[in-house]
């Protein structure tokens, strides 16, 4: 099998450096692959690439070596072990060959005070940048030898675009903002999917920015014969919430209040503190609970800033219900983890279905990936269990086992 290629979005962030070092480390054997939904058993008649097969590029706002930058994330904070690291510095340091400047535009303050201006691209015309971006993808492939590339949105969280059908529910409409440098009705991620696509990659939104999977755009991929799929990976709080939310409701016991704070201190914790980026995770996050239960109780999503937890999230759920003869009771939970940890082996295993999708001929959005997304295009089925049925049963249909 040929290697493939992944640009990533946000090459330069925690998340892209954990899965650049993290799929070397597997390569070499150095840790299991503990948190890959494809390393169970079930996955292996697949035939799905490893992850040693993968050749990574991207784009970042930002400059910067991935192998200092992942050695101060990884080996300064104890994450990993210092010898561990040195074996896959090489890999790292290969990496940094295929990273081009990304661009920032119509993404907010918030975002583009991260951004190292020079060579970012952010004052020139929509099209411009855009053709800078297939240009860049068309060199990665060159470069890096590989027949296929996945592009993955791993950027900061925009603020919220609304959508119009005159501007957004064709890939004419949405083309021709671009063509006519209409930025007001286009963010960066707009752009990077509109590339990916037009160079036949499959494209893939782990991101809640809603301007990356436009439904122009999700007709432009079923067009062109590719696969998409988003948006925002489901890595922690939500993946406990789309469980206990099925609970309840099997139980009949009725939610009245479910109220999420989520603390945290990377890049991402930065930008969500400005309000507008905010609003972008908070609608992918209020989503789910009444997908699920069938009604709105009371709900409430605070997301703070605490620079000293680094990438380090906590969040705490209070969940006010109630049971027979009307009484009144509640639950709480609280989940501390790596968010970048958390969400790297999840990133691997979509880029390995997606592979696989690729090499079967299968485009389009993706629905047997739900259960990895916290808003997954073209479902409607949130439930977390129905959802690991919905992959088991793809999995089994293209294997010998019949499905679930």
Known sequence: MRDIGVMLVGVLGHLSLVILTGASLLKKGLYPATGMVTARDEFNALGLIDPGKLVFGGWDIRFGSPEEKARQYLVDTLLIDAGHFRAVADDLKAVERHIFAGTYMNCGKTIGALADTQGCMS?????????????????????????????VNLGSTEPPLPVSEEHHFSPDAVLRCVNDD???????????????????????????????????????????????????????????????????RSRNLEVLSWEGFNILGNMDGKVLDDQENRQSKIESKDALLPSILGYTPHTHVHIGYVPSLGDQKTAWDFIHFKGFLEAKMSLQFIWQGFDSILAAPLVLDIVRLVEFALRSGEYGL?????????????????????????????VSARTDRGPV
């Open 123 to 151: 004052q020139i015309a929509a099209r411009d940048i855009f053709e800078r971006l297939r240009g860049d993808i068309r060199d990665f492939r060159s470069r890096a030898d590989v027949d296929n590339v996945i592009v």
């Open 182 to 248: 209409r930025q007001e009705f286009l963010r960066a991620g707009t752009l990077y999917s509109m590339a990916a696509i037009q160079e036949n990659c499959a494209y893939i939104n782990f991101t809640p920015s809603s301007s990356a999977l436009l439904p122009g755009i999700v007709r432009l991929a079923e067009n062109m014969r590719v696969p998409v799929m988003g948006n925002d990976g489901k890595t922690g709080e939500t993946l406990v919430k789309s469980a206990l939310s099925s609970m309840f």
């Open 366 to 394: 993706m629905p047997h990936l739900a259960s990895f997304f916290k808003a997954p295009l073209g479902v409607h089925e949130h439930r977390l269990h129905e959802q690991f049925r919905i992959l088991s049963n793809y």
